[in-house]
């Protein structure tokens, strides 16, 4: 609808969102598996669960909004929650996965119809509505929609930084190179999750930050 | 996740889509009308519902997709379900637009975060995978997302029809004005939901057209 | 080319641009009016003249970047000083209009291939560049590439001002329209290119600002 | 302008284009190569020179469409001409690429902000009015803008081959691994210049294809 009057309504509706100049981009970690190669990726994405669900919690405590950036799987259906609920039926390879990583019911979903999670979604105005101007990158692959969402944010000029162990590929030789492409290529900074908190701290040492969008 | 083998996998387990030359993309009708302005469309979009749910089910009937776009009231979660579920609440104003115009499970849903149906969506990657060179646009309001959608698919030169008696506004003077500007300024074609019949019709007069994308 | 170092070399040897929080579009001025209607355009165009050209004169003055978007004809060779040649040439019913409002060469210029100037160009880049918020927007014509323009801008949630005298349509009664209609359907501010200044002068009447971007 | 006089006149004004399902997109060959490791790239460059310009003569002849897509190094002055004056000055380094390479009146030029060629600019319009379907890449840097337009010419479905022999990098490491990655990645098809004539012949070998879009 929206008129103007429908546009300020659904604002005035709408949660009101604590603003934060940095946000968490998960991609893609809602994924049954379920393709050639699928099985090389398990393993590293266990692994990146180790990191990535506690560091989603600390960041989403530290009010920074977390944002799943998911395949939408040609559903076409504008609907993240039966993407979840496919991925984690029985046997479905993602399950462990998607299971840890379950998202909160005040977190963001963007689904996505191809590899870059800026590419025909709502992730621009997101970010916008939100304030960010920092986004901390994770999820999978390494070499492919974070590596290509990542080129996307660097045109767009955000700040990036992608987290090296929140991360994972289908070997560690693809999700090596491409962090070392990000580094000399495009400028992007690449650390791992504990390095996110001393960054930060070390920023403000006084005064740890509390508030939304500080870590 | 989406490596060739990632996406090609997603393309697998999609539902087989039948592929149309023809869709009908409807704007803005899960609305809980609960705006300034509100009361005065209801009536508007009653009359609307009246011509449009009818034409709907004939186009499904035919194999034409029916694309809902909708504002995602700022919700920013991916969850039509949920803005569906809000609009058809008890003593919500928008309730019988919504319940009348319910989408069924083989529907497409596109949530927009602005006026047009094309900005920061996935509408048009929704449009290639379907096939779809002509658009027959619908909802409300008419001067508002309708016009500015049927604009933005002007520029992406899709084939424009609106249907004036499946839009509605909030007088019936922004609502003719809206179509009349359409007419002038982009050579858009405006008819009722009845001459989508009789146009089909006409063009393939000995065999009446069946499959997908046929009206 | 463009590896990182390509592109801050790029940027070094970039004319260093002031930042202004303020931009001035100018749309589809340098237009050869050789089209059905263009004569009923010219003298409204006239009357634009006279007020855009001293305008953006001061603008200029006061460091405000001008920003000439303007059709490409369809000739997609991202040559503006072409067209420019071609509208001016003798006996080309647009020929005053596009002297009056010539551009200099300090002046940024952005082609775009339909009626938006968002739409399939540069501007939202060049708007970041220079660290624009609010956009003053004049040009031809109202009810067409300024008005679609001043809907994306909107979209994009730019601060807009449409300067009422500084555009010019087929007809009156299609100017008022469009202006109407950004005033109620988008809240768009609509002034003369006089109360500019004093919109200006009012918000910080001690010190005159003189620095880029302040009016 | 534009209102729909002026966009049909504006076609009307338009050079006739011949349509064409191939194009020919070369990319940031008109460089000044005026940066940090610039020197290594050069030698690559004189030697994709002696394939890529003998490539384009052939193509130019067979009537596909040659586009020239080109950093705008920070100027946003939408002149091409002005980029290749600047880089074929005295003593520029990228002068032997950018007169070799040359670009002749019927070809396109798209002036990019970023590294993409399909970032900001008009590159979608304009195939979309040359009817392409299939891109033949070339240009520099390999890895760099070349590799990133292949990813975002993949999202937006085109059938891409990438011409090895035409592309240039900093070192041959950087060059092999885009194109390996391109291929095992995206699924893009890579070979060199000759193979492009021996692929299109094998498909049509008893009538060679001499009109637009046919090589």
Same mark, same amino acid.
């Given at each position: 609808?929206?008129?103007?009057? +429908?546009?300020?309504?659904?604002? +005035?509706?709408?949660?009101?969102?604590?603003?934060?100049?940095?946000?968490?981009?998960?991609?893609?970690?809602?994924?049954?598996?379920?393709?050639?190669?699928?099985?090389?990726?398990?393993?590293?994405?266990?692994?990146?669960?180790?990191? #990535?669900?506690?560091?989603?919690?600390?960041?989403?405590?530290?009010?920074?909004?977390?944002?799943?950036?998911?395949?939408?799987?040609?559903?076409?259906?504008?609907?993240?929650?039966?993407?979840y609920?496919?991925?984690?039926?029985?046997?479905?390879?993602?399950?462990?996965?998607?299971? +840890? #990583?379950?998202p909160?019911?005040?977190?963001?979903?963007?689904?996505?119809?191809?590899?870059?999670?800026?590419f025909?979604?709502?992730?621009?105005?997101?970010?916008?509505?939100?304030?960010?101007?920092? #986004?901390?990158?994770?999820?999978?692959?390494?070499?492919?929609?974070?590596?290509?969402s990542?080129?996307?944010?660097?045109?767009?000029e955000?700040?990036?930084?992608?987290?090296?162990?929140?991360c994972?590929?289908e070997?560690?030789?693809?999700?090596?190179?491409?962090?070392?492409?990000?580094?000399?290529? #495009?400028?992007v900074?690449?650390c791992r999750?504990?390095?996110?908190?001393?960054?930060?701290?070390?920023?403000r040492?006084?005064?740890?930050?509390?508030? +939304?969008?500080?870590l």
């Open positions: 609808m929206a008129k103007s009057g +429908a546009r300020s309504g659904g604002k +005035a509706r709408a949660t009101k969102e604590r603003r934060s100049d940095t946000a968490l981009l998960i991609i893609d970690v809602i994924n049954d598996l379920e393709f050639p190669g699928g099985e090389k990726v398990l393993p590293w994405a266990l692994r990146m669960v180790e990191r #990535l669900g506690p560091l989603a919690r600390r960041l989403r405590a530290a009010g920074v909004p977390v944002i799943y950036v998911n395949d939408n799987f040609n559903h076409w259906r504008s609907n993240f929650r039966d993407v609920r496919h991925c984690t039926r029985k046997g479905i390879r993602g399950r462990p996965v998607a299971r +840890a #990583l379950k909160e019911p005040r977190d963001y979903f963007v689904l996505k119809p191809k590899h870059s999670a800026f025909a979604t709502s992730l621009v105005p997101l970010l916008e509505h939100l304030g960010t101007k920092k #986004l901390l990158m994770a999820g999978m692959a390494t070499n492919l929609c974070v590596f290509f990542a080129h996307d944010a660097h045109m767009h955000y700040d990036i930084t992608v987290l090296s162990d929140c994972a590929a070997s560690d030789g693809d999700h090596d190179l491409a962090l070392d492409q990000l580094q000399r290529f #495009l400028g900074r690449v999750a504990d390095e996110v908190k001393r960054t930060r701290r070390a920023r040492p006084a005064h740890p930050a509390k508030g +939304a969008g500080r």
